[in-house]
């Protein structure tokens, strides 16, 4: 049985940094992708960032967050991470966890419906 916990959302002021994690069991993720989306009020899911399931995996980023977010992960750990630094209002949302398995090496930057497992989301407020 696959499932994801997500924590380290929070409340946090602008060009702040918080630090999400994924706790994934039932999964290797040597084998399956993981994906960070997120969903604001009133606004559609999107995707955040994702790694590959190769050993150190290959980080993707939407472009909103490209040079304040990184993901990583701990193969060992089973454990996914979304770093998030020099946060925005605009980063206020729910952040989920997804996870899948695809064709080793081949791109997770997917959409939503193409990923199976999920977290219950993190709550993650931008304000000051």
């Known amino acids: 049985q696959v499932q994801l916990v997500e924590s380290g959302g929070g409340s946090v002021q602008p060009g702040g940094s918080l630090r999400l994690s994924c706790v994934t069991s039932g999964i290797s993720l040597n084998y399956y992708a993981i994906s960070w989306f997120r969903q604001a009020p009133g606004k559609e899911r999107e995707g955040v960032s994702c790694i590959t399931s190769t050993s150190d995996g290959v980080a993707y980023y939407a472009d909103s967050v490209k040079g304040r977010f990184s993901i990583s992960k701990d193969n060992v750990q089973h454990t996914a991470y979304l770093q998030m630094n020099n946060v925005k209002p605009e980063d206020t949302a729910v952040y989920y966890c997804?996870?899948?398995?695809?064709?080793?090496?081949?791109?997770?930057?997917?959409?939503?419906?193409?990923?199976?497992?999920w977290g219950q989301g993190t709550q993650v407020t931008v304000s000051s």
């Open positions: 997804a996870t899948d398995m695809f064709e080793w090496g081949d791109t997770c930057l997917r959409g939503s419906d193409e990923y199976t497992h």
